[in-house]
């Protein structure tokens, strides 16, 4: 489809680069540069050296200045380095002159993120949704990344008079993506009914940031066997299961994981993915507690809830991977009554801060499941008895 499909390959040696500026600090873009080492290699690559640079703002033609681009190919050469990327979004421009510089591939975090999502699309919408984000990605930037684009009609009628390569090549991308908004638009309509004829189940669905055990939950939960692996958006097509606790039944969705700066155009093209977390009447957002970042990630997935206008839902957090927090908070010789009084004190925090709508678990260890069924239970019953108080049936 496009010249730079399937950007890495397994194996390929890759070079980090972050900038700290006024808007980013070295702390924050010293976690952007993890995350983007586990972004790459959950696409098959393996990163080598990071290089990071302080400036007041990204150079307009290089994103780093001409002495870091200097030191970065000094680096580069006489090494296996395949491919160089860069945490921010980059320009053509800017790829375009990085790359006659350091003489190597050069992607930024969406190209990246495209290609994770690329590689993991299974169903017809979801690699519809990919393949319209990837060319809304190209649009802006076809000026000095590709020389050209494959000819996709050929022949009579798809050059017009006096057309310069770079305006076919726009007027090819154009009307891509209105083909695939338009196929995309009829797969929506069909996944619009199929939704409609679920019946007056209460919906429940999971959310939260991207490798954080939702899917692990699904399948605890619904007992389904859905894939789970400890990389970065394992999920991408929605399931949706039927689950009945005691004898009260209601829909579970998993969802995409949400992540910190995902492209624009990628949150656009997978609305309908994200039409799970609207037409829920309950949302399960889940958090890795055992990880460094985990409040500003339940930030992260607050503000895209609040993006797509569903804060105001019912919002069960599930602290998630209890087990590892504990084993990276507490030291073997910690007294046992210090160790209870630290998770005591984490609890009542989180429960004051969420009015106690709140668990606390271990997917893996299957730690504390029958109380966040029991919420869950709880919740669902309050909810039908307010929707369809006429059932009696559970």
């Known amino acids: 489809m496009l010249d730079k499909k399937n950007i890495i390959q397994n194996e390929e040696k890759a070079v980090l680069v972050g900038l700290v500026h006024k808007l980013q600090t070295e702390e924050q873009v010293t976690e952007y540069l993890n995350e983007l080492a586990f972004l790459a290699e959950t696409a098959g690559a393996k990163s080598v050296k990071r290089f990071v640079q302080k400036l007041p703002h990204p150079d307009s033609r290089t994103f780093v200045g001409k002495g870091k681009l200097e030191e970065i190919k000094n680096y580069i050469e006489g090494r296996d380095i ?45 690699k519809t949704q990919v393949e319209l984000a990837q060319y809304q990605y190209l649009m802006p930037r076809l000026r000095g990344m590709w020389k050209h684009l494959e000819r996709l009609g050929g022949g009579i009628g798809t050059r017009g008079p006096g057309e310069t390569e770079i305006e076919t090549d726009r007027r090819i991308v154009r009307e891509k993506i209105a083909l695939l908004r338009k196929r995309l638009s009829e797969i929506d309509k069909q996944a619009f009914t199929q939704r409609k004829d679920r019946g007056e189940f209460i919906r429940v669905a999971l959310v939260g ?27 991408l ?29 990628l949150v656009e093209s997978f609305k309908s993915t994200l039409d ?29 809830l609040q993006e797509l206008n569903v804060i105001d839902k019912p919002v069960i957090t599930i602290f998630n991977k209890m087990d590892q927090y504990e084993k990276n908070t507490f030291d073997p010789w910690l007294e046992e009554e210090v160790r209870t009084e630290m998770l005591k004190d984490l609890k009542e925090r989180w429960e004051n801060q969420l009015q106690g709508n709140c668990v606390f678990i271990s997917a893996t260890e299957r730690r504390n499941i029958d109380e966040l069924r029991s919420t869950i239970l709880n919740k669902v019953k309050e909810l039908y008895t307010i929707r369809y108080p006429y059932k009696t049936g559970f």
């Not at 800017?94 to 169903?123: C, H, M, P, W, Y």
């Not at 606790?245 to 998993?254: A, C, G, I």
């Open 82 to 126: 395949n491919i160089v990327i860069f945490d921010d979004e980059l320009s053509g421009s800017q790829i375009g002159n990085i790359e006659k510089v350091l003489d190597v591939k050069t992607i930024d975090r969406s190209d990246l993120i495209l290609d994770i999502f690329a590689r993991r699309a299974k169903t017809a919408q979801a």
């Open 209 to 235: 940031y991207t490798n954080v055990g939702k899917s692990t939950i699904m399948n605890l939960l619904s007992k389904s066997d859905v894939f789970a692996e400890n990389k970065l958006f394992a999920t």
């Open 237 to 265: 097509d929605t399931t949706t299961r039927k689950v009945v606790f005691e004898t009260t039944p209601f829909l579970l969705s998993d969802t995409v994981g949400f992540i910190r700066k995902l492209p624009h155009h």
């Open 276 to 304: 799970e977390v609207r037409e829920a009447d309950i949302l399960l957002h889940v958090a890795d507690t055992a990880h460094p970042q985990y409040e500003d990630q339940i930030g992260v997935v607050n503000k895209t």
